[in-house]
C-alpha cells in the first residue's frame, strides 16, 4: 500500500560528500559507516533510506543495529572497473514511454554492475563489519537485511517507494558481499530507471549505499503513516499490519488490519480487522517465503491494543524527531517494535499551507454557519 | 427496517392506565385538534431528563424547562434556523419535537437580529455571567424562604390589631402561586446561557472535527472542560471529610450501616465535634445534590438522605486507609490539558488557522463554565427545594386528611392544586366540609394505579416521520440525536448483539454487566461490575471509584456519565439506545469507551 502518487519535482543535484570516517578506532573502515555513528554530513554518501537509519539511531529510537557501506564505495568499483560512462550512455539512450527499450537497458546494466569487482579492501570489511554485528548480536551468522539505499531516495518531493531491491534473512559474510553487489545492480531495475527519468530526475545516475542491519524474524509488521492518508488528517497515526514479514503489507500482499491512532491522546479511534490470506515468513530453508495464513489466525487481530500504541509510539517519535510526517515500516517481535524505515509522506506533505478552516475572523458569523449545519460539527458516532 | 416509527395517534393507552390524559395539561396532550400539526412533525422521547414516567405535578418542571429553552431561542435571541420545542406526554412519558424554520429567506433576515442580540452576550459574556450568580442565589433564597403551613383555627390577633386585612389562606394560595413562578423563573435563567453557551462550544468542536477529522470527541472535551467545576464539588466534600476521618482516626465509626447511629455517636466527642462540624459545613450548599437527573421529585437528594454521602463516604475512607490519594492532582490535570492544546495547535499548518483554533477555544472556554456549573444550581440545588416545599404543602394536605402520603401532591398537575388549596380553604373559612378528604383517598388509589400502568409500558424511542436528515440545531446539541441514532432506533441492536454508541471516555474494559434501572439500585454495584444504566448522575460518582466501565442508554459526550467518567479515567459508552433493554445482569461484556462499542463476550 505504498504511496507512488507524487506530483512533479524539481530534479536535485546530489553530490557525493567525503565521508569523515569516525567512531571508536576499529571501526575506522573505509566506505564503512555504524548507524550509530552517523552525523548528518554523511548524508549525501549513505542514501535516504541509511541516512535516516544513522539519524533514527542516533535520535534513540529502536533501530536494528547496522552498518551501512557508503555510495563511495559503490562510485570506486564503477571507475575500477571503467563501468560509469557505460552506464550513463546506456540510461541516456532510454525512450521512457518505450518499456522494451526500458528493459533492454536495465538488462545490460544490471549484468555490467552484477560483475563488477568490489574495490580491493571493502570485502573484507564488509566481512569484517558483519563479524561485528554477529558479535553484538551474540548470534555467528546473524541473519541480515541487505537494503538498498540510493542517493536520490527519499526526498520529500519523491519516495522512491520499492524502487530497488532489499534482500532478506541473508547470513555469512560472503552471502553479505554478494547481496551488497545485488544491491548495486538494483538501482537498474527497470521500474526505477523509469521512475527517475519520469520523476525529473534527468539521465544523471544517482549512486547506490548499501544497509546491512540485524534481521527482525517478527510476529507482525506493517507500515504507519504520522497522518490519516485518506484525509491529511494530521492528528492521526495511519497503521496497516498483517503478520509476519512487512513485506506481505507493503507488497499489498494482503488487505492489512488497518488503526487509526489519535496522536495526541494517543486512543485507537478506528479499527478495521481484514482477512489476512497470506504472510511472509521464514521458510525452513532459511528464505523469507511467502505462506498461506492459518485459518485461525487468518481473521484474528495480529496486533494487541497495546502494540498497536506502541506501533504509534514509535511512529511518533520518528515524526517529532523530524518535524514533519512520516511514513514508517515497522516490525515486532517478542522484544517490541522495532522501526525499519522512516522517511517523509510524500503526498499531504506536499499540499499548499494555506488556510482550510479558518472561516473569516467573525465569531458570530461562525457560530451562525455551526447552527446552520450542526452536522459538520456533530459528536461522531463510531462502530 | 422500518422508516419511519409509529404515528402517536396509533400508540394504544396501556391497560388500566385509561384515563391518565386528564392528570397532566390539555395543553400537552396529543389530540384531534392538532392532529394534522402533530403527525407532520417527528417526536422524539427524552431519555437523558426523563427515562421514567413522569407525575403529573413533576410535569410542571419540564413544561418550564421546554417553555423556556422555546422562548430564548424564538423572542430572545431569534436562533437563525430554530424556533423552541414542542412537548407533549403520551402515556406518561415525554415527547419533544423542535420546531424548525423552513423557509430560507426567513433564516436569513434571522441572522443580523442574532448575530446583535447573541453577540452583544458574547462579547459580554463575563460581565453577564458575574450577574447570573447572585441572580440565581437571591432567586435560591426566595425558594428556601418559602413555608407552608396549615391553616390556623383562628387567624392570629395580630391580623385584627394590625388591622392587616388578609386571612392565612389567601398567603397559602399566593405562597404556591410564587413556587411555581420561581420555578419558571429559575428555568428563565438556566436557558439565559445555555444554547448560546452550546453554540459556541460546537463551533469549537465543529472546527476541531474539520482541521482533525478523526479527533476523538473526548479530546476536545477536555481541551474545553474547566478544572475545577461546582457539579463535582459534592463528590470533592466527601472526599475531604473521608481524608479527615482517616486523620482524626474516626474510620471505624463510620462502619455501622445506620446514618442516624453515625452521626449521633460521633457527637459529644472532641474529635467527633471537630469532623460534624465539618460535616455540616459541607451540607450548605453541597448536599443539595440528586442521585437522578433532578427532574423527578422522587430522585433522592443527599440532604434528606444522608445514607447516599455516607455510603460514598466509607468508600473514600477504605481507599484513604489503603494509602490512595483522594485529591485530584490539579498541577497534573492542567497540564494535560495544556499539552493536548499544544500539540494539537502545532498540527495545524497555517498561522491563520492556529489563530481560529485559539479564538474559538477561547470563546469555547469563556463560555463553558457556565455549560458545566448551572446544573448544579438549578437541577440539583434549586430543583431539591422546590420538591422539598412542595412536599411540605403535601404535608398541610395530609394534615387536613386530604392525603395520606405528603407526596400525594405530585400526582395533581400544577393547575389542580389551587383548585385543592381552595377546596381547603373553603371548608376552613365556611366551617363546612371540605370534600377532599372524601374525593382525594379513592382518586389517588385511582391515579395510583393509573401511574403503575404506565411504568409498564414500553415508550417507542420516537413517534412519527423521522426527516430525512436531522438539521435542527438542539436536537444535536442539546440530545445528542442524530440521523444516525434515529436509523440506530428504526433498526434496532446490530445482529451480533454488539450496540455502539458515544465514545464518551476512553479505554478498554471488561467485566460482568450490572443493569441498575434507577438511582435506588445503585447499592448492588460490585467491584469491578459494568454499570449499564439508562443514564447516570453526576451525584452517582462515588460508585464510579468501583466499577470498571460504564454503559448508558441515553445521552451525549457531554453527558453527566460521560463527563464523570472522563473525571474517573474509565471507559464509557453513552446514547446506546438499547443498553438496558439487551444487556443482563451478570453477562460479560467488553466496553471500548475510544471506539464507542458495547459487546457481550459470553
Request: hydrophobic share 45%.
Amino acid at each position: 500500500m505504498r504511496d507512488k502518487n507524487v506530483g512533479p519535482a524539481g530534479a536535485r543535484v546530489v553530490r557525493s560528500g567525503e565521508i569523515r570516517y569516525r567512531g571508536r578506532g576499529d571501526r575506522r573502515v573505509a566506505h564503512i559507516l555504524w548507524f550509530e555513528d552517523y552525523q548528518p554530513a554523511d548524508a549525501a554518501v549513505l542514501g535516504g533510506k541509511n541516512a535516516s537509519l544513522g539519524t533514527l539511531v542516533g535520535a534513540g529510537l529502536p533501530v536494528p543495529p547496522g552498518f551501512a557501506v557508503s555510495a563511495d564505495a559503490y562510485r570506486k568499483a564503477l571507475a575500477d572497473g571503467g563501468l560509469a560512462g557505460r552506464l550513463d550512455s546506456l540510461v541516456a539512450s532510454v525512450d521512457p514511454r518505450d518499456p522494451g527499450s526500458v528493459a533492454a537497458a536495465g538488462r545490460q546494466a544490471r549484468s555490467l554492475v552484477a560483475s563488477v569487482d568490489l574495490p580491493a579492501g571493502l570485502t573484507g570489511p564488509i566481512r569484517d563489519s558483519y563479524a561485528r554485528l554477529c558479535g553484538r548480536c551474540d548470534d555467528a551468522a546473524v541473519p541480515v537485511a541487505v537494503r538498498s539505499s540510493a542517493t536520490c531516495e527519499d526526498q520529500p518531493e519523491a519516495s522512491f517507494a520499492g524502487e530497488h531491491d532489499t534482500y532478506l534473512w541473508i547470513r555469512g559474510g560472503d552471502a553479505v558481499v554478494e547481496h551488497v553487489r545485488r544491491c548495486w545492480a538494483s538501482l537498474f531495475t527497470d521500474r526505477g530507471i523509469a521512475y527517475r527519468i519520469e520523476r525529473g530526475f534527468g539521465r544523471a545516475n544517482p549512486a547506490m549505499s548499501v544497509g546491512v542491519q540485524q534481521m527482525v524474524a517478527p510476529r507482525a509488521a506493517g507500515v504507519a503513516f504520522t497522518l490519516n492518508p485518506l484525509d491529511g488528517d494530521r492528528s492521526q497515526i495511519a497503521i496497516d499490519a498483517s503478520w509476519g514479514f512487512g513485506e506481505a503489507v507493503v507488497g499489498g500482499a494482503v488487505t492489512p488490519d488497518n488503526y487509526l491512532v489519535d496522536k495526541v491522546m494517543f486512543t485507537i479511534t478506528r479499527r478495521t480487522i481484514s482477512a489476512k490470506a497470506t504472510e511472509y515468513r521464514l521458510s525452513e530453508s532459511g528464505t523469507v517465503e511467502a505462506f498461506d495464513v492459518p485459518a485461525e489466525r487468518r481473521d484474528a487481530p495480529c496486533l494487541t491494543d497495546e502494540e498497536v500504541l506502541a506501533v504509534a509510539a514509535v511512529a511518533r517519535r520518528a515524526e517529532k524527531h523530524y518535524g514533519f510526517p512520516q511514513d514508517v515500516e515497522w516490525a515486532l517481535d517478542d522484544r517490541g517494535v522495532w522501526l525499519l524505515q522512516s522517511r517523509p509522506e510524500t503526498v499531504w506533505s506536499r499540499r499548499a499551507k494555506a488556510p482550510r478552516w479558518a472561516a473569516g475572523s467573525d465569531p458570530i458569523a461562525s457560530i451562525v454557519a455551526t447552527l446552520m449545519n450542526p452536522i459538520s460539527g456533530k459528536p461522531e458516532r463510531h462502530g | 427496517m422500518a422508516d419511519r416509527f409509529p404515528s402517536p395517534f396509533e400508540m394504544p393507552t396501556p391497560p388500566g392506565a385509561e384515563g391518565w390524559q386528564d392528570l397532566y395539561a390539555y395543553s400537552t396532550v396529543f389530540s384531534e385538534d392538532r392532529r394534522e400539526y402533530e403527525e407532520s412533525m417527528f417526536w422524539f422521547m427524552d431519555g437523558v431528563h426523563t427515562p421514567e414516567v413522569i407525575p403529573p405535578w413533576d410535569a410542571t418542571i419540564l413544561e418550564y424547562a421546554i417553555i423556556a429553552l422555546s422562548q430564548y431561542n424564538t423572542r430572545h435571541y431569534v436562533i437563525p434556523p430554530a424556533l423552541g420545542v414542542d412537548i407533549r406526554f403520551l402515556n406518561g412519558y415525554m415527547y419533544l419535537s423542535p420546531v424548525g424554520v423552513a423557509d430560507p429567506e426567513e433564516i436569513g433576515a434571522r441572522v443580523p437580529e442574532f448575530a446583535e442580540r447573541a453577540g452583544y452576550y458574547f462579547q459580554n459574556w463575563d460581565r453577564l455571567y458575574a450577574a447570573w450568580m447572585p441572580k440565581v442565589r437571591a432567586l435560591i433564597d426566595e425558594l428556601e424562604a418559602i413555608g407552608f403551613s396549615p391553616l390556623p383555627h383562628r387567624e392570629d390577633m395580630a391580623v385584627i390589631t394590625e388591622g392587616r386585612g388578609t386571612g392565612s389562606a389567601l398567603d397559602l394560595l399566593s405562597t404556591y402561586h410564587k413556587l411555581v413562578d420561581l420555578t419558571l423563573k429559575l428555568w428563565h435563567y438556566h436557558f439565559e446561557f445555555l444554547n448560546l453557551g452550546y453554540a459556541a462550544y460546537l463551533d469549537f468542536f465543529g472546527f476541531c472535527k474539520q482541521a482533525f477529522p478523526s479527533i476523538p470527541d473526548q479530546a476536545i472535551a477536555k481541551m474545553v472542560a474547566g478544572i475545577q467545576v461546582d457539579l463535582f464539588q459534592p463528590d470533592e466534600e466527601i472526599k475531604k471529610l473521608a481524608t479527615l476521618a482517616v486523620e482524626l482516626g474516626l474510620a471505624d465509626r463510620f462502619l455501622a450501616s445506620d446514618s442516624v447511629a453515625i452521626l449521633a455517636e460521633l457527637s459529644g466527642d472532641p474529635q467527633g465535634d471537630k469532623w460534624l462540624a465539618a460535616w455540616e459545613e459541607a451540607k450548605q450548599p453541597w448536599f443539595n445534590f440528586s442521585a437522578g437527573s433532578g427532574f423527578y421529585h422522587s430522585d433522592k437528594v443527599w440532604l434528606e438522605n444522608l445514607d447516599i454521602p455516607l455510603g460514598f463516604l466509607r468508600a473514600y475512607i477504605a481507599k484513604v486507609q489503603r494509602g490512595e490519594t483522594l485529591e485530584r492532582p490539579m498541577e497534573a490535570v492542567i497540564a494535560e490539558r495544556d499539552r493536548i492544546v499544544a500539540e494539537y495547535l502545532d498540527l495545524i499548518d497555517s498561522a491563520e488557522d492556529r489563530a481560529a483554533f485559539e479564538a474559538k477555544l477561547g470563546l469555547a472556554r469563556t463560555v463553558f463554565p457556565y455549560v458545566e456549573n448551572h446544573n448544579f444550581y438549578v437541577e440539583h440545588w434549586a430543583h431539591s427545594i422546590v420538591w422539598r416545599k412542595m412536599r411540605d404543602l403535601g404535608r398541610v394536605l395530609v394534615a387536613a386528611e386530604f392525603f395520606t402520603e405528603p407526596d400525594d401532591i405530585f400526582l395533581l398537575s400544577r393547575h389542580e392544586v389551587p383548585e385543592v388549596l381552595f377546596d381547603l380553604y373553603h371548608g376552613w373559612a365556611v366551617g363546612a366540609p371540605s370534600r377532599g378528604p372524601r374525593y382525594w383517598p379513592r382518586e389517588m388509589a385511582r391515579r395510583n394505579a393509573i401511574m403503575d400502568a404506565l411504568r409498564k409500558w414500553s415508550p417507542p424511542p420516537a413517534l412519527g416521520v423521522p426527516p430525512e436528515v436531522i438539521t435542527e440545531p438542539f436536537t444535536i446539541m442539546l440530545w445528542g440525536i442524530t440521523s444516525d441514532s434515529i436509523a440506530q432506533w428504526l433498526g434496532g441492536a446490530t445482529a451480533d448483539g454488539s450496540l455502539s454508541g458515544f465514545a464518551a471516555s476512553p479505554g478498554v474494559a471488561e467485566g460482568p454487566a450490572r443493569v441498575i434501572l434507577s438511582a435506588d439500585g445503585i447499592g448492588e454495584l460490585r467491584e469491578g461490575e459494568i454499570l449499564v444504566a439508562p443514564l447516570t448522575a453526576p451525584s452517582w460518582a462515588p460508585v464510579f471509584g468501583k466499577i470498571a466501565a460504564t454503559v448508558t442508554d441515553v445521552g451525549g459526550i457531554m453527558s453527566h456519565a460521560a463527563i464523570v467518567c472522563r473525571e474517573y479515567g474509565l471507559p464509557a459508552v453513552t446514547g446506546t439506545a438499547f443498553g438496558t433493554k439487551t444487556i443482563k445482569t451478570g453477562q460479560r461484556l467488553r466496553v471500548d469507551g475510544s471506539a464507542g462499542t458495547v459487546t457481550v463476550i459470553d
